[in-house]
């Protein structure tokens, strides 16, 4: 079973899973109706789900993945995270990444979709705007290629059966309604960093609107477009060995809601 949420082969359907940092939860709830035999939790340190329907097999939870995820060890079929590069300094990477191997079953499959922010085809605005965005991450100790070296990471923890695969999203109109969603993501995305970019000191504010509106026009001229990768692998061996003990469930949980994975098939990968 794999569907335009998830490239995992989820057969046999998972029993329980978790969405790492899932932001408004419609992934989780899009999962959750996409199989109701399946119990769902959504964590996210921020209460930015909304407040309205909750399906029954979906739970919330405000939990900091820095502190350990708050699920016993062996007990997830299937972890799910989307989008957390930007939140994740270089140090937290593999702790989360043990994380996920401490709380899957022997056979539970971890998916993680994840961007290195990088626009390619762009000219010299997209150019300031890499620029901005490597800065700004680099102000909070991150690294945003950190991501590439996901594959590395899980063989080294032991899982198996990884693959991959390229999204590619267009940005701004010459793509059309994924274009457009796009570049109003990562739009909003520069205004979420914009207090890094500016102490950062490699823009002012007077300069701001200029290189946005002077890159909404070259993003047609120059078709500019990121990528995103998706990787799954399995959790091959049982293990005990180098593991942390499980941490305690957080409080504040919600019973009964990521934007949607990428859908553009288009892979314009360069
Ligand atoms: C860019 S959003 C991605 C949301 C969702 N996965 C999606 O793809 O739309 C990153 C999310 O990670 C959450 N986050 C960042 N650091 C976190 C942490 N230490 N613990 C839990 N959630 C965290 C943020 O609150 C935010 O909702």
Redesign the pocket.
Known sequence: MASSYHPTPLHPPPRLAV??????G??TMEMAAEIPSCHWYG????D?QPPTYIAPNATFEL?????GLGYQDETIDYVH????T???PVK?WIQLLHEYRRILRKGGWVEI?ETDWRLLRTGPYGDRINEWVRAAARYRHIDVRRCRAIPEMLDDLGFTDSQRTTISLPMGTWGQRIGEMAMDNLIE?LEALQPWILAAGCCNESSWNEVLDGWKDECSSHQTFLNAKVYWAKKGRSKSEGSKSGGSKSSGSKSGS????PTSSADLSV
Do not use: A, N, P, Y
């Open positions: 969405d790492v940092g899932c932001g408004t419609i992934w964590i996210d340190m921020c930015v939990q900091d993945f820095r502190q995270q989307q989008g957390l930007l939140s994740l937290d979709v995305t990521s934007i949607s994975s």
